[in-house]
């Protein structure tokens, strides 16, 4: 079973039905959700999607779609020292830096974001959801 890590970017898009980009990143959460593979994402992301849903939702249903996505997902948990990790991670943008690095500390055979220009340089594969080859 493949290990993968998902950026935030492929959770808002299926969670936020973004048009152009939240078929093909359902299909990603689904593989996960039948755990077909093992999909990890950072606890950061989870923060961060939920204060970006709750701006769409009622407080409830935003608690609840997270609630949904800990069943699905492994989480990467983040500390001090993944910050200082993220750092070194030839990334200008720290969140994506942070993102890249829990991939790498997750054992991730792939990084799957919507944004794969923003994750040049790093030592692991990095895909989109449309590109995203399971074998």
Do not use: H
């Amino acid at each position: 079973m493949k290990t993968v890590f998902i950026d935030t970017s492929v959770i808002l898009d299926v969670l936020l039905q973004n048009e152009g980009f939240w078929q093909d990143s359902l299909e990603i959460v689904r593989l996960a959700e039948l755990k077909k593979i093992t999909a990890f994402v950072s606890a950061s992301s989870i923060t961060d999607i939920f204060y970006v849903i709750r701006k769409k939702l009622p407080v409830p249903a935003a608690r609840a779609a997270i609630e949904n996505l800990l069943s699905i997902f492994e989480i990467a948990g983040v500390d001090g020292n993944d910050l200082r990790k993220a750092l070194t991670v030839p990334i200008n943008d720290i969140e994506d830096a942070l993102q890249a690095w829990c991939a790498m500390k997750s054992g991730a055979e792939a990084l799957i974001t919507r944004n794969a220009n923003d994750f040049q340089g790093i030592d692991i594969p990095v895909t989109t959801p449309l590109n995203f080859k399971m074998y």
